[in-house]
């Protein structure tokens, strides 16, 4: 979080050593007196030192040894740590509910079952014989009968008391929170959950008071003193219920982000002063030189200093193969080391590191809201105070039309319309799916932006690609070398010496390819480059002339010959390269930026899906016409600037098309930025993730295809929680309020009402943790199933 | 229609418009934020039930720390919501988590809980003398 200079900062450094208030005491007043220092607060119990500081003033680091100093060790928070720290205390306040749930289940559900014995006597004297319900309990009741014969004995006063009994700790304690927070809430003018389950049970507890208290009052007046203390019970245990199951499926909703945190190394090898020592993360500094063994996890992000090995980089890209890394190549923290062993250079930590930026990008979009829950928002605004409202009416219409005793059956029907309601299962259903999308997502190596990039990935109908390192590798290599009397290799040889100085993409492939082939460079005299034409020098005594036909022509040198064979070629996609030596022509070296293998299954898998592909290129028209037609794209369109890239984009969307750009991010950000949908697609660790609405973190083509699915896979879970949360309440509030009671007699009891409630939203929940178990094959599957 | 059932109807009546009014029409007194020469403008908001302040007018164009004040550990108000600004962070129970952004333009902004149950407003004014 930035803070302005001015302002405070606050860190937590965790403090070893301290074993009395004295030791915590002490700390606290070295740390105030220093200067910079406004407020510390050094706690015994977690073993931490809360300060806050003026960064100008003073480092976390001097706070470090200032502790340090008195003789207790102190170790600097880690960079960036604050969001461990809140997903950590998240889990624990989490776990904590999670317990108290459940001990409040336990207690509910036992008073629940105890009372339902001492109801039973109470219920059939009320002949309800014709009520489903009672049937369906007539095997229990036969079995208390049977076991506690005694039950039927005690007279309806004393049935009434000690159910009365058991109801009062349940109110008083296991559900005391529902009436406490409907409270905190009412007096702020809100109104949530907690309202309707305690308005609900409360009406039922109070009237059931009333009837224990007044039962002769009642009776003398033909009255039938009726409790509901056995409704309260099972409302109370069932809202419990559901809330435990839903607290922990809510805690699995952010497993994604867990895992990721997860990867990073507790401590790391460097090399300090010529001797390896072993280091706490949080010690890891810039520049610091950090040795990795084999199976080991890269601590940071930085470059290979000497070494070499093979790192398994999936858990950041998704990309299953190991990859090759040597002097001079990128490492990124959390990445797995496999055979080799290698020393590398630190240079970024923190909340610069790759997985810091991965973390953070995938909870921005977690934080994000979807526009699609706009709908969601605005009825849950109101949905409490409106179902307060059906439930009045409901109360009212059935005191004034409803069948005798029609003011129980009304407190029945109104009390059963407020726990029917669910305001929690429209509240869940996109941000959890959101959150498991997401996060699953990006341990695909797929980082997708939050909601509204999701539902504009679902709509696409165009996807234009980038040729240069999104189709294709990015470097251009040699294809083919035709030679007139020379060998190809003495060929390679002199072309490459010439143009090894020339700095030229394509002159830098014909090197590449000589050294590959082991054979040695010349020394160049009399070098000229002649920008978009070609170079000229002296190499071992002969005169070399490397360039595109007109060059040659220019030289007085006639290509003819070679004429047809570069046409041909060019026409596959490669840039012919004439070779003269000593003003003859002696051959043609062709280059050409090679097809990435998985480009044409992502273009087929795109095109199945019913989606037009597009193939924007700065190349001449042949050779982006080549690639295309390798790839199978729908449509090429060639010699575009980078500037115009953008306007060809818009020219797309003039046309009433949804259309994703795919790019490197780098020189296309205009065209990413104005695209419905941005991919950028990375070579590795090294992306610019913040430039798409997508990030493809491995530079796999068929990355697209697979985050478009993934898209739609979770705006249809969206679109299914959805629908089941407004279907529910939609249906279920009616029912409950008793609308299909005069024609077909049907009514639905609170506990019924209990029941279906906690079922709904954790049904929602659940219907989202599915998109866990999405990609690798799930996406083929469904892929399938689209196309069907 | 007995008398008493007339009695339970406009008491039924009266209770329906007493909710729809207590929840929707009383409004919420907006609170500006403090501003501190070029620091962020801090408002402290109490999270207990709902927001208290559940309205706050701020200045567009600098930055705006909120501070809540989580003092309860009901599981509804644990997380809360800045949609405009990607935020979504959790809130420890009885402690001050503070939330930092800045609101470039002038406009309504909302927080919310995890859900969207519970909502505030965010109002940032145009700077005084800012071109509009």
């Known amino acids: 979080m930035a803070t302005t200079q001015t302002s405070l900062e606050q860190c937590t450094i965790p403090v070893s050593g301290m074993t009395c208030a004295a030791c915590s005491a002490r700390i606290q007043r070295t740390l105030e007196r220093r200067e910079g220092v406004s407020a510390a607060n050094v706690n015994l119990m977690t073993g931490s030192a809360t300060v806050s500081y003026d960064p100008a003033a003073v480092s976390p680091e001097a706070l470090v040894d200032a502790i340090r100093a008195t003789g207790y060790g102190a170790e600097l928070p880690r960079p960036g740590d604050s969001p461990e720290s809140l997903l950590g205390a998240q889990d624990a306040a989490r776990a904590e509910e999670i317990a108290e749930l459940r001990h409040k289940l336990l207690v509910s559900l036992g008073a629940a079952a105890v009372a339902m014995v001492f109801s039973l006597p109470l219920m059939e004297s009320l002949g309800h014989g014709r009520d489903p319900l009672m049937l369906l309990m007539a095997p229990f009741s036969a079995l208390v009968h049977r076991v506690a014969p005694g039950v039927y004995d005690l007279s309806p006063r004393v049935l009434r008391l000690i159910l009365l009994l058991l109801t009062l700790p349940v109110v008083g304690w296991a559900g005391r929170h529902f009436y406490t927070r409907a409270w905190t809430a009412f007096r702020h003018h809100s109104a949530d959950m907690n309202t309707l389950i305690a308005v609900g049970t409360g009406a039922a507890f109070v009237y059931s008071l009333f009837a224990t208290a007044a039962d002769r009052w009642l009776a003398s007046r033909g009255i039938e003193p009726h409790v509901y203390y056995e409704s309260v019970l099972w409302i109370i245990a069932l809202v419990l219920l559901g809330n435990l199951l839903e607290a922990r499926a809510k805690g699995r909703t952010s497993g994604a982000i867990r895992r990721l945190i997860g990867l990073r190394p507790a401590t790391a090898r460097v090399l300090r002063d010529g001797a390896e020592a072993e280091i706490p993360l949080a010690a890891l500094r810039m520049s610091d030189e950090v040795v990795i063994r084999p199976g080991e996890t890269v601590p940071a992000d930085g470059v290979v200093l000497e070494g070499g090995s093979w790192v398994d980089e999936s858990m950041l890209t998704g990309e299953p193969v190991p990859v090759r890394k040597d002097v001079g190549d990128r490492v990124a923290g959390a990445t797995l080391n496999r055979n080799g062993a290698f020393h590398f250079r630190v240079d970024r930590l923190g909340g610069d590191s790759t997985l810091s930026r991965i973390i953070r990008l995938v909870q921005q979009a977690q934080g994000a809201r979807a526009p699609i829950q706009r709908l969601a928002d605005r009825i849950s605004a109101v949905f409490v105070p409106v179902v307060l409202s059906i439930a009045i009416a409901t109360f009212v219409l059935w005191v004034d039309f409803g069948p005798d005793p029609a003011f129980l059956n009304a407190l029945v029907a109104a009390v059963t319309v407020l726990i029917i309601a669910c305001p929690c299962a429209m509240g869940l259903a996109v941000p959890t799916a959101v959150m498991v999308s997401t996060g699953r997502s990006a341990e695909l190596g797929i980082l997708i932006r939050g909601g509204e990039a999701l539902e504009r990935s679902e709509r696409l109908q165009t996807v234009v690609f980038d040729k240069t390192g999104t189709l294709t590798e990015g470097r251009p290599v040699v294809q083919q070398i035709v030679t007139q009397g020379t060998s190809s290799a003495e060929l390679l040889r002199l072309a490459a010496s010439v143009e090894r100085l020339s700095g030229h993409p394509l002159g830098e492939a014909l090197v590449m390819e000589a050294e590959r082939q082991g054979l040695t460079l010349d020394a160049v005299s009399g070098l000229e480059v002649r920008t978009g034409r070609g170079v000229l020098g002296a190499v071992s005594g002969r005169r070399v002339a490397v360039g595109n036909r007109a060059f040659l022509e220019e030289l007085g040198v006639d290509p003819s010959a070679l004429s047809g064979d570069a046409e041909k070629l060019a026409a596959e996609g490669h840039t012919p390269l004439f070779v003269a030596l000593d003003a003859r022509l002696a051959g043609l070296v062709t280059v050409a930026d090679p097809i990435k293998p998985e480009s044409a299954e992502a273009v087929a898998r795109l095109r199945r899906m019913r989606l037009e592909t597009v193939l924007l290129s700065g190349d001449i028209s042949a050779t982006a016409e080549a690639v295309g037609r390798t790839v199978g794209v729908d449509r090429v369109v060639a010699d575009v600037l980078p500037e115009a890239k953008l306007a060809e984009i818009r020219r797309l969307q003039e046309q009433g098309r949804t259309v994703a750009m795919v790019g490197d991010g780098l020189n296309d950000a205009p065209a990413l930025a104005q695209a419905d949908v941005g991919v950028a697609m990375g070579t590795g660790t090294d992306v610019a993730m913040e430039a798409g609405a997508v990030t493809l973190m491995r530079g796999d083509p068929r990355g697209v295809p697979e985050a478009i699915l993934l898209a739609r896979s979770t705006m249809r879970v969206i679109r299914q929680n959805l629908f089941w949360a407004f279907i529910y309440n939609v249906i279920g509030i009616p029912v409950a309020a008793g609308v299909l009671y005069p024609a077909f007699g049907i009514r639905l009891t609170p506990t019924m009402a209990a029941a279906a409630m906690a079922i709904s939203s954790v049904t929602v929940v659940s219907n989202s943790l599915r998109l866990r178990r999405l990609g690798g094959r799930a996406v083929a599957h469904s892929e399938r199933t689209a196309h069907v | ?132």
């Open chain 2, 1 to 132: 229609m007995t008398s008493l059932q007339i009695v339970v109807t406009l008491v039924g009546i009266a209770a329906i418009v007493w909710v729809n009014w207590y929840f929707f029409l009383t409004t919420q007194r907006p609170v500006a934020a403090a501003a501190s020469g070029t620091g962020p403008q801090l408002v402290r908001i109490v999270v207990e039930g709902g927001y208290s302040p559940s309205v706050v007018t701020v200045e567009a164009g600098r930055p705006v720390r909120l501070e809540f004040e989580r003092r309860e550990s009901s599981g509804c108000t644990e997380e809360v919501v800045v949609p405009d600004f990607g935020i979504r962070t959790f809130l420890p129970a009885h402690q001050i988590t503070p939330v930092q952004f800045t609101p470039v333009k002038p406009g309504t902004y909302e927080f919310t809980c995890g859900m969207g149950m519970v909502r505030g407003r965010l109002i940032a004014s145009p700077r005084p003398g800012a071109p509009s």
